[in-house]
């Protein structure tokens, strides 16, 4: 059976959105560089997060110190938050921003 | 703490009885060690449904901080999971999830710690004096420092 999706309660979907398939606004989340969090824990918690492979992690990890910051993915508005809930729940400091186009 | 074993996604770490009354009091100072307030985005004008949001992470943070620190109450007073050895010796036996569950709480110990320091950049040199004000501060961030590198060693180690 081919699940239905339902919009959440109180959104309110405008006929001509609806036909024309608009599409959700996306957002970049990103982690910051910081002084005190090691390499090797954020490589962890990128793994952890997101499940990522060692390599994959380490390049983002390797962004963050040496760029200052990573876009770690590119989502929904709630799946953009989950992310960021997680990353800082590990005490990262990751903060999500509208993607633009 | 030392680990014994690495099997099937458990780890065993052996810590003798000062290094868990470390930990046991480390962890005690959760309650005194409390943390900034942490942005969902890094616009300061936060605005409409933004601001909702703001506002749920605030919550589900302070609630994840609390059940953190009962959790591992419950993990090391465990009969089974941290398990009494003669002279005091116990032995913690974790799962990738109660590893990750007190890495959380040690990350968050020593974060909070670094806050309360004035979070002094410590790899460009920056050193805070010691004075009656902070060193339990900065035991905290030493002692958290080393368990945590010991946890990490276990858990990446897996692969």
Same mark, same amino acid.
């Given at each position: 059976?081919?699940?239905?999706?339902?919009?959440?309660?109180?959104?309110?979907?405008?006929?001509?959105?609806?036909?024309? &398939?608009?599409? %959700?606004?996306?957002?970049?989340?990103?982690?910051?560089?910081?002084?005190?969090?090691?390499?090797?824990?954020?490589?962890?918690?990128?793994?952890?997060?997101?499940?990522?492979?060692?390599?994959? #992690?380490?390049?983002?990890?390797?962004?963050?110190?040496?760029? &200052?910051?990573?876009?770690?993915?590119?989502?929904?508005? %709630?799946?953009? %938050?989950?992310?960021?809930?997680?990353?800082?729940?590990?005490?990262?400091? #990751?903060?999500?921003?509208? #993607? &633009?186009? | 703490?030392?680990?014994? *074993?690495?099997? /099937?996604?458990?780890? $065993? @770490?052996?810590?003798? *009885?000062?290094?868990?009354?470390?930990?046991?009091?480390?962890?005690?100072?959760?309650?005194?060690?409390?943390?900034?307030?942490?942005?969902?985005?890094?616009?300061?004008? !936060?605005?409409?449904?933004?601001?909702?949001?703001?506002?749920?992470?605030?919550?589900?943070?302070?609630? /994840?901080?609390?059940?953190?620190?009962?959790?591992?109450?419950?993990?090391?007073?465990? *009969? !089974?999971?941290?398990?009494?050895?003669?002279?005091?010796?116990?032995?913690?036996?974790?799962?990738?999830?109660?590893?990750?569950?007190?890495?959380?709480?040690? +990350?968050?110990?020593? $974060?909070?710690?670094?806050?309360?320091?004035?979070?002094?950049?410590?790899?460009?040199?920056?050193?805070?004096? !010691? +004075?009656?004000? +902070? @060193?339990?501060?900065?035991?905290? @961030?030493?002692?958290?420092?080393? @368990?945590?590198?010991?946890?990490?060693?276990?858990?990446?180690?897996?692969?």
């Amino acid at each position: 059976m081919t699940p239905v999706e339902m919009p959440l309660p109180g959104t309110e979907i405008r006929p001509d959105e609806a036909s024309k &398939g608009v599409r %959700e606004p996306e957002y970049l989340v990103v982690c910051w560089n910081d002084p005190i969090n090691a390499m090797l824990y954020v490589t962890h918690v990128f793994r952890t997060v997101f499940g990522w492979d060692r390599k994959k #992690a380490e390049k983002h990890m390797l962004e963050v110190h040496e760029q &200052g910051r990573s876009v770690l993915t590119r989502e929904g508005f %709630e799946k953009a %938050e989950f992310y960021v809930h997680q990353l800082q729940k590990f005490s990262l400091q #990751a903060t999500l921003e509208p #993607a &633009g186009d | 703490m030392k680990l014994v *074993s690495r099997e /099937h996604g458990r780890l $065993v @770490f052996r810590l003798n *009885s000062r290094e868990y009354d470390a930990l046991r009091a480390a962890v005690a100072l959760r309650s005194h060690l409390t943390r900034r307030r942490r942005p969902l985005t890094g616009d300061t004008a !936060v605005s409409g449904p933004l601001r909702g949001a703001e506002e749920d992470l605030d919550e589900a943070l302070k609630a /994840h901080r609390d059940e953190l620190t009962t959790s591992v109450d419950v993990l090391l007073t465990d *009969s !089974v999971r941290c398990a009494l050895q003669p002279r005091g010796v116990r032995l913690l036996t974790l799962d990738t999830e109660d590893a990750n569950l007190l890495l959380q709480v040690l +990350n968050d110990l020593r $974060v909070g710690a670094w806050e309360r320091l004035g979070c002094p950049d410590f790899e460009a040199g920056e050193r805070p004096e !010691v +004075n009656e004000g +902070n @060193f339990m501060c900065l035991w905290a @961030f030493q002692v958290t420092e080393m @368990f945590e590198a010991h946890l990490l060693d276990g858990l990446m180690g897996e692969d």
